[in-house]
């Protein structure tokens, strides 16, 4: 590949990218919408709801965080792909750190200006398992307090 060729591959990749990224934060959001509207369905006129309701909901809600576990780790995955085609291609463009993108090769400016604080990557993912397992929790309560129910009363 000549340089005008990885010239273009760069800019594709930053695009791309760019693009990936904000697909992540839409799915991250989209997902928090959709755990409030079943949280929501769960404490539906101040009670908690009983037998296959309380199931049923708490079923939806452990399957939607599986569910979209699997497509934000995809959608990262593919912004980790591009990084690495970004990283690869300023490398052998021979881009000086300051005037690059990737954060490895920028080194010390990304980790002075973007790379303190929190890994939002890791929280995108880890905050799905919590919920997941959350609602694989409440799916045990109600499914234990109907089997009580149907028991003792």
Same mark, same amino acid.
């Given at each position: 590949?000549?340089? *005008? *060729?990885?010239?273009? *591959? #760069?800019?594709?990749?930053?695009? #791309?990218?760019?693009?990936?990224?904000?697909?992540?934060?839409?799915?991250?959001?989209?997902?928090?919408? @959709?755990?409030? %509207?079943?949280?929501?369905?769960?404490?539906? $006129?101040?009670?908690?709801?009983?037998?296959?309701?309380?199931?049923? %909901?708490? #079923?939806?809600?452990?399957?939607?965080?599986?569910?979209?576990?699997?497509?934000?780790?995809?959608?990262? $995955?593919?912004?980790?792909?591009?990084?690495?085609?970004?990283?690869?291609?300023?490398?052998?463009?021979?881009?000086?750190?300051?005037? @690059?993108?990737?954060?490895?090769?920028?080194?010390? @400016?990304?980790?002075?200006? %973007?790379?303190?604080?929190?890994?939002?990557? *890791?929280?995108?993912?880890?905050?799905?398992?919590? +919920?997941?397992?959350?609602?694989? %929790?409440? #799916? @045990?309560?109600?499914?234990?307090?109907?089997? +009580?129910?149907?028991?003792?009363?």
């Amino acid at each position: 590949m000549d340089e *005008q *060729q990885m010239w273009h *591959q #760069l800019e594709n990749a930053i695009k #791309l990218r760019s693009t990936e990224d904000q697909i992540s934060w839409s799915i991250f959001g989209i997902f928090w919408a @959709a755990n409030a %509207i079943l949280l929501v369905a769960v404490f539906q $006129n101040g009670t908690v709801p009983h037998g296959t309701a309380g199931i049923i %909901i708490a #079923l939806v809600g452990f399957g939607l965080s599986f569910v979209w576990h699997k497509i934000q780790n995809r959608a990262l $995955n593919y912004v980790i792909f591009y990084e690495a085609v970004i990283e690869k291609l300023e490398r052998a463009l021979k881009i000086e750190g300051e005037y @690059a993108v990737s954060g490895k090769i920028s080194g010390e @400016a990304w980790e002075t200006i %973007i790379g303190r604080g929190i890994r939002v990557r *890791q929280w995108m993912r880890g905050s799905t398992w919590v +919920v997941m397992i959350l609602w694989g %929790i409440a #799916l @045990a309560v109600f499914f234990v307090t109907l089997i +009580v129910k149907l028991l003792f009363v």
